[in-house]
T-cell receptor, first 113, second 112 residues
Framework: GESVGLHLPTLSVQEGDNSIINCAYS??????FIWYKQESGKGPQFIID?????DKRQGQRVTVLLNKTVKHLSLQIAATQPGDSAVYFC????????????FGKGTMLLVSP | EAGVTQSPTHLIKTRGQQATLRCSPI?????VYWYQQALGLGLQFLLW???????NRGNFPPRFSGRQFPNYSSELNVNALELEDSALYLC???????????FGNGTRLTVT
């Protein structure tokens, strides 16, 4: 079975709110994590990544937090916009990169104006 | 920089036929991955090619196969199509090491 899962299948927020999407992973050997955004009819788009030697990484309006103790990953989106509405996937990779990427089932983020 | 390109965008086949899907990676990327995304489901890993060789395959039957050409482009072949093969097939490429996969927009395969 999949080793990466998500707590909430759908998250509804108002425009301007901050959004938090959560992800649990079960493989303690995973050392590289990525968040992707997938809009309808398109392929997944890279948002942000983090390596296991980090706890936090920030991008433009997004922050990824990694808690290795409880094997939990989260994506925070600041000032959520309608254009952020999409399905968000977390993914994990084990090893030096010479490996495959395992995806979670995804969370749908719905942003209301 | 051109992204990952896949062709065709849509493909309709009947049960028992064969389908061939094509992928061109980002220039400089040597690894190509194939994923299947059935409607409403997550991405299931199919195949991984690097430097022309198959490095790993997911839990799919042998009728799913592919290859990578010297220019790093790739083909996915699905033989003896079944109705449940209907899905979005995504190709992604990356450079070596801990780096993200970059995806194309997929080929929507419909088997009737």
């Amino acid at each position: 079975g999949e080793s990466v899962g998500l707590h909430l299948p759908t998250l509804s927020v108002q425009e301007g709110d901050n959004s938090i999407i959560n992800c649990a992973y079960s493989n303690s050997a995973s050392d590289y994590f990525i968040w992707y955004k997938q809009e309808s009819g398109k392929g997944p788009q890279f948002i942000i990544d983090i390596r296991s030697n980090m706890d936090k990484r920030q991008g433009q309006r997004v922050t990824v937090l990694l808690n290795k103790t409880v094997k939990h990953l989260s994506l925070q989106i600041a000032a959520t916009q309608p254009g952020d509405s999409a399905v968000y996937f977390c993914a994990e990779m084990v090893g030096s990169g010479y490996s495959t990427l395992t995806f979670g089932k995804g969370t749908m983020l719905l942003v209301s104006p | 920089e051109a992204g990952v390109t896949q062709s065709p965008t849509h493909l309709i086949k009947t049960r028992g036929q064969q389908a061939t899907l094509r992928c061109s990676p980002i220039s400089g990327h040597t690894s190509v991955y194939w994923y299947q995304q059935a409607l409403g489901l997550g991405l299931q890993f199919l195949l991984w090619y690097d430097e022309g060789e198959e490095r790993n395959r997911g839990n799919f039957p042998p009728r799913f196969s592919g290859r990578q050409f010297p220019n790093y482009s790739s083909e996915l072949n699905v033989n003896a199509l079944e109705l449940e093969d209907s899905a979005l097939y995504l190709c992604a490429s990356k450079v070596r090491g801990n780096s993200p996969l970059h995806f194309g927009n997929g080929t929507r395969l419909t088997v009737t």
